[in-house]
Each structure stands twice: as C-alpha cells, then as structure tokens.
C-alpha cells in the first residue's frame, strides 16, 4: 500500500502540472510561443549563446518531445525567419555549428514568460501557505531531492 506522503507528493504534482499546462496555454495565447520554443528561447537566454547542437541537446536532456537534432533545427529556423526571435551567426570555433543568439524582441519575448512564470511559482508558493521554517525545510529537501535525480539521470537509473 502506498504511503501517504507518496500519494500527497502525486496529487500535489499532478495539480501543479495542470496548472503549469494551464500556464503554457496562456503563454501560447500572450506570445505565440510553443513550449519547445518557450524553452530553446530560456535556454539561449540563460547562455547568451549557443550552438543547434548545444540547444538539441539540453531539449533531449529536458525530455522535451519531439527534440531531434532535426527538429530542434526546424524550430530554430522558425524563430530565425518567421518570427525575428534569434539570430544566426558563423561560430568561429566549428563553422558547421551556428551559433545562436537572442534578438531584442526575443529577450523581451522570453522575459514576458519568465514574468509570467515568476507570478504562476509565487501563487503555487503561496497556495502552500507555508512559514518561514517550513519553507527552509522544502528549499532543502528540494534541493537534496533535484542533486539525487540529477544523478539518478546521468547513471541512467530512471
């Protein structure tokens, strides 16, 4: 039989991944972004450059759907010619490998999302009303919890 924080911890996920799909769908409404280029777009942002193959493979290590090489490609072209987000540019080191960069409307586009993320954690954060104390406790055991996965992952072991 189940323990009881096992089936508290899959109820909990579950809200909180209704309410994230929930978010995605609002993000896609405000901005037009899918989530794969909601997450090529932080992924650029975060490195402040990248090449496709860099990018591929993040979205391969995030589980993200559909991230072939191939794919992932596509996407980036997408954003490149279609919708002005990122740029393009000859990568000194292997010019087989682009190297990717945000365009000004594509950091003020990913910096809409990450606001619009900032409110969705804060109301999921404050739904929990949680103490000061009890929020040390969680930041911890959420830590130790991601480090553990995180190596989990690597071994291969999920």
């Known amino acids: 039989m189940p323990d009881k924080l096992g089936l508290m911890m899959a109820e909990f996920s579950g809200i909180v991944r209704r309410y994230r799909a929930w978010g995605m769908q609002k993000i896609e409404a405000i901005a037009g972004l899918s989530e794969r280029d909601v997450a090529i777009l932080e992924y650029v942002y975060s490195k402040k450059e990248a090449t496709f193959a860099q990018i591929a ?3 391969n290590y995030a589980n993200m759907p559909n991230s072939s090489a191939s794919t992932i490609s596509q996407a980036i072209s997408a954003l ?4 002005g987000l990122v740029d393009k540019r000859l990568n000194p080191a292997d010019q087989r490998q682009p190297l990717v960069t945000l ?3 594509g950091e003020q586009a990913i910096e809409e999302v ?3 993320r900032k409110i969705y954690l804060s109301q999921v954060r404050e739904s929990m009303e949680l103490s000061p104390e009890e ?4 930041e911890n055991s959420l830590c130790r919890g991601i480090k553990n996965f995180e190596k ?3 071994q291969n072991v999920l």
Not at 80 to 83: E, G, M, S
Not at 135 to 138: G, Q
Request: hydrophobic share 45%; net charge positive; charged share 25%.
């Open 135 to 138: 929020t040390a406790i969680l």
């Open 80 to 83: 490149y010619t279609k919708r």
């Open 57 to 59: 493979q993040e979205m």
């Open 103 to 105: 365009t000004a409307k």
């Open 152 to 154: 989990l992952m690597q």
């Open 114 to 116: 990450i606001k619009f």
